[in-house]
């Protein structure tokens, strides 16, 4: 047969053979997966153009998206498809929104759930490359160990996420997966799908962009129908024009009529200068207005005229060329009806205002100069010698005179009244003893009248009451002045009753009645109104302002009550008013009867002082802005021997210093007009070397900056305020080269004496009040800026001097911060901030002091902004203060009347 070495051959032969048949069969499965996987990226491919195709020409976009998902899903052999977009919620950041799914039912695959899982706690390994744009895919062997617990919950043999992003912001992903079988994802056929998740995406996009464009266009056409906007847009190149269906309503056109006509249109819009509509805009456009406005009016076909507002804009081509101008159409008819409306009550409130104003003005200047004065006068008076008599007409006098300034305080702050900003005081009001001040005060006139003036008062009436006195005194003392003044012969009666209710409660009924001309009664509701009387011809024959019964009206309302008037024709006029009020204590009524015994018993004391005559020849020029300031300084002066100019503002104090020569200026550094830096500049640049003063810096700021400031610019020294007598005096002597003198020794060597009254400084001992502790002020310090070695009588009358004059300047002063830090006016915010501090230690009130301090320096360090919170804190201080004050003011007072 075959040799051994031919058997070997072919047996090598066949081995050769079986490898090379190995070889072409794996070579044929290769091929055949090959050919496999290009059919089925084929289908992949079709069906993908097939779901795209369907997505272009759809208009549900939830429909679309549903069917786009079964094409690919049925063409590519997959279990499932979804879409998952991370929306808000959870702790670790967004969550799944699980919002499109498809499932071939023929695998009976159960729906995946991925809603509301959070995407960094089950996916933590994917998240990053995801929102890198990169895809990820494999099979559930090859997951990592998170994601493989949630996709075997989830059924998942093989996956492939697409990430999906809008711009730049990544929105969450396309998932394809199977559960049946394993699948190698064939590059092409993830790009494939990343195509298909971003025509689904866009496809999306522009059906929410849709959506969105639609609702817009919705609400357009609603607020252009309410706001009666029209629209409009005029082709220059095709001379075609749009008007919208609001604009079209408005000229009393429909809908779909044809006003594309540019001649329609300017049959309809006329400028109100007379000129044609097209006109109007190719002028605009020949200036090369891009943006422009008109007034014109719009004829309805109907035959009347609209009011009418355009704003309009022309469109440029790339040459310049004007190709189309668009805009806006508003009807105005009743916005200019409402303006000529309200342009005639403005000019109707400013007359008024006007008036208001030069009254005020006028009353300011007129009245206060010389009640002050009087006042001023008074204060003298009392140090020289009086009998019992004469002390108690000149009690009544001042007692009368500070009722009628604070009147007509009252007068001038009208407009806080109006504000409803009038604040009350609760106090014991002596009912006599007010009604007896009142009718004293009308005692000359009366007399000289011939009248008859009686008070009658029920047998129940209380000795007192708590009220606010001064309110209550204000009206009185008005309805008598008017009683006064109306009344020719006969008589005027003051009437006050009592009905008791519970607890200590009554009403008190006060009512003013004379036998004067009357008021006609279609005249009785007029009389209450601001700046009125019952008869225009009244203030011509009789004076006044016709603002006192409005004023009493508003104060009473405040109160909770209201005038009521009675009258007729010829024979006279009563007002009354009640007040629901509770009776005064017995132990405050003690007091009062013990102040009136020692009003009667007092005697003045004859009292002497020194002579002063060289600081009496010293020219002192004080430049203070600030009442309570004006006030306290020239009392010290005063009390030093020395008189001072006053003037209130730094071009005051230069115009003085250029008509007379002086030997001392105290400078207010914070004054209106002119400050006192500046002030001092021109007076040490204008005037010659022989007429230059010495000049003291007065300020409440006392830092090393200010006093190196003030030394800067040629001031001599420097004094801060609150000023106190040892300082002043200390200062003057340094500055005027005068020997020291005792400001209290007598010197009859002088002809010219000024005669004071001699205080002791024993007083009687007097009940204390049962708190005489203070939380918001220091009495000693204001006491002591008259120095510790003054007299305590002279103490207390400059304590209830600077504590009137500080309750009267303190609220406007307030006013003014509430009012420039809405206004943004910081340097009136700092000057008011700066008076009040001043002010405010001056009467101790140290912490208050501060707290103006602080704003001030605030400003001064170029802040600004909203500070209502700490000015709401400094008026609540404020109002806790005032009452602290009042009460310590009533206990000087108290002490004073004392005094033997």
């Known amino acids: 047969m075959f040799s051994k070495s031919a058997r070997l051959s072919i047996h090598e032969e066949l081995q050769r053979a079986k490898q090379e048949l190995s070889r072409t069969q794996r070579r044929a499965q290769l091929l055949e997966n090959r050919l496999r996987n290009n059919q089925r990226v084929f289908v992949d491919f079709e069906s993908l153009a097939k779901a795209v195709g369907h997505l272009i020409v759809s208009r549900n976009s939830d429909e679309a998206v549903r069917e786009a998902l079964a094409l690919i899903g049925n063409g590519s052999g997959l279990d499932r498809i979804y879409l998952l977009r991370q929306v808000a919620g959870g702790t670790q950041g967004g969550v799944i929104d699980q919002s499109h799914t498809w499932i071939n039912q023929e695998t009976k695959a159960q729906a995946p759930d991925f809603q509301s899982l959070p995407f960094e706690v089950f996916f933590p390994h994917w998240m990053p490359n995801l929102k890198a744009g990169k895809p990820v895919y494999g099979t559930l062997d090859n997951a990592p160990d998170i994601e493989q617990l949630t996709l075997t919950k989830q059924g998942v043999v093989s996956y492939l996420w697409i990430p999906i992003f809008i711009g730049e912001s990544w929105w969450g992903v396309m998932g394809f997966d199977l559960v049946s079988q394993k699948r190698v994802w064939h590059p092409k ?219 007509v305080n009252n007068i001038l702050d009208f407009s806080k009244i109006e504000a409803g900003k009038l604040e009350l005081e609760q106090k014991p009001f002596d009912i006599q003893a007010s009604i007896d001040t009142i009718m004293q005060v009308f005692g000359d006139p009366v007399i000289k009248k011939g009248i008859k003036m009686k008070f009658h008062r029920s047998k129940n009436l209380p000795v007192a009451v708590i009220t606010d006195p001064l309110r209550i005194q204000q009206v009185i003392l008005n309805l008598v002045g008017n009683a ?36 006609e009664p279609n005249r009785l509701k007029a009389i209450f109104e601001p700046f009125t009387q019952a008869d225009s011809s009244m203030t011509r024959r009789f004076g006044g302002s016709g603002l006192g019964l409005s004023i009493c009206q508003s104060i009473l309302q405040v109160m909770g009550s209201h005038l009521v008037v009675s009258s007729e024709t010829g024979k006279g006029t009563e007002f009354s008013f009640e007040l629901l009020v509770e009776e005064a204590p017995e132990e405050v009524v003690h007091e009062l009867e013990k102040v009136r015994e020692s009003l009667h018993s007092s005697k003045s004391a004859p009292l002497s002082s020194g002579k002063m005559e060289q600081r009496a020849k010293a020219k002192i020029l004080l430049a203070e802005d600030n009442a309570l300031n004006q006030q306290v300084i020239s009392k010290l002066l005063n009390r030093l021997g020395y008189n001072a100019v006053l003037v209130e503002d730094g071009k005051e104090a230069v115009d003085a210093l250029k008509r007379w020569e002086f030997d001392l200026v105290f400078m207010d550094l914070m004054m209106p007009v002119l400050d006192g830096i500046t002030a001092t500049k021109i007076i040490r640049e204008t005037l ?73 400084s024993e007083k009687e001992p007097v009940e204390e009040e049962e708190d005489a502790s203070f939380k918001y002020f220091d009495p000693d310090y204001m006491r002591n800026l008259m120095g510790s070695n003054s007299e305590p009588k002279v103490q207390d009358e400059f304590s209830i001097d600077a504590i009137e004059i500080f309750l009267e300047t303190t609220e406007e002063l307030i006013d003014s911060l509430f009012r420039c830090s809405k206004t943004g006016e910081w340097k009136e915010f700092e000057r008011a901030a700066h008076s009040l501090k001043g002010t405010a230690k001056t009467v101790g009130a140290l912490d208050l002091g501060n707290q103006a301090l602080q704003l001030e320096l605030w400003v001064k360090e170029g802040h600004s902004g909203n500070r209502d919170g700490d000015i709401e804190k400094i008026a609540e201080d404020y109002k806790q203060l005032s009452r602290e004050l009042s009460r310590y003011s009533d206990m000087l007072k108290k002490s004073l009347r004392h005094i033997s």
């Open 688 to 760: 010659p070397p022989a007429r230059q003063p010495v000049i003291v810096a007065l300020t409440a700021n006392s830092s090393e900056e200010d006093i190196n400031n003030c030394m800067a610019i040629g001031m001599n020294d420097f004094i801060s305020k609150p000023v106190e007598l040892e300082v002043l005096e200390k200062t003057l002597i340094e500055h005027l080269d005068m020997a020291k003198e005792d400001a209290m020794e007598p010197d009859d060597s002088n002809d010219n004496t000024i005669e004071f009254s001699k205080i002791s």
């Open 484 to 519: 006064v003044k109306f009344t020719e012969s006969g008589s005027i009666e003051i009437s006050a009753g009592w009905v008791e209710e519970d607890h200590g409660k009554g009403r008190l009924r006060l009512s003013v009645k004379d036998t004067g001309i009357g008021i």
């Open 189 to 407: 056929e993830i790009s494939g799908f990343a195509l298909l998740a971003s025509s689904i995406m866009e496809f999306i996009r522009r059906q929410k962009l849709e959506h969105e464009l639609r609702i817009f266009q919705e609400r357009h056409e609603m607020a252009a129908e309410a706001g009666q906007v029209g629209v409009w847009d005029w082709d220059i190149e095709d001379q075609r024009v749009y008007l919208d269906a609001t604009l079209k309503s408005m000229a009393g056109f429909k809908r779909h009529e044809d006003l594309e006509d540019p001649s329609t249109w300017e049959s309809i819009f006329s400028l109100d200068s007379g000129g044609k509509w097209l006109d109007g805009l190719r002028a605009r456009i020949a200036r090369g207005q891009q943006v422009f406005e008109l007034d014109h009016s719009i004829k309805h076909q109907s035959g009347h005229k609209l009011e009418a507002y355009s704003r309009g804009k022309v469109v440029y081509s790339e040459e310049g060329k004007a190709v189309r101008v668009l805009g806006t159409t508003t009807d105005i008819t009743q916005l200019k009806a409402i303006q000529n409306d309200l342009r005639s009550a403005r000019d109707l409130a400013e007359e008024g205002s006007k008036s208001k104003s030069e009254f005020l003005a006028k009353m300011s200047h007129e009245i206060r100069t010389p009640l002050n004065a009087v006042l001023g006068f008074t204060t003298l008076l009392k140090h020289t010698k009086l009998d019992s008599e004469q002390g108690d007409y000149l009690n009544n006098l001042e007692t009368s005179t500070r009722l009628l300034l604070s009147m």
